[in-house]
């Protein structure tokens, strides 16, 4: 049976089911490199960049584009610092971890 938006209630379970996993993969590798600086450990960044990156093609694979966008864009950020183009400064290390708890809230959404 479908749902409004048209995600099928057994996708949805396994949806969440995976993201929530994701997620907490996600939040754990974003305080370990609380502080990391120019010298992140390059094993939590990948880490952290293949649980966002999954997070995203799950999310694209039942429809829920907005999802896999505002994934995307982490992705984006993540693959500058495991690159190292971007520095894991304060000012980016916040920005990504509210852009993991943005996340959460949206895949919250879905779980409503």
Do not use: Q, Y
Request: proline share 4%.
């Amino acid at each position: 049976m479908s749902r409004p938006g048209g995600l099928d209630r057994s996708f949805e379970r396994e949806f969440l089911t995976e993201a929530e996993t994701l997620l907490e993969e996600a939040g754990s590798c974003v305080d370990a490199l609380e502080g990391a600086g120019d010298d992140p450990n390059p094993a939590r960044v990948n880490a952290l960049f293949r649980a966002i990156h999954s997070l995203k093609g799950v999310a694209a694979m039942v429809g829920l584009a907005g999802i896999s966008e505002a994934s995307h864009d982490l992705e984006a950020v993540l693959d500058g610092v495991r690159m190292g183009r971007v520095a894991l400064a304060p000012a980016v290390h916040a920005a990504v971890r509210d852009g993991v708890a943005a996340l959460s809230s949206l895949v919250g959404r879905v779980a409503a």
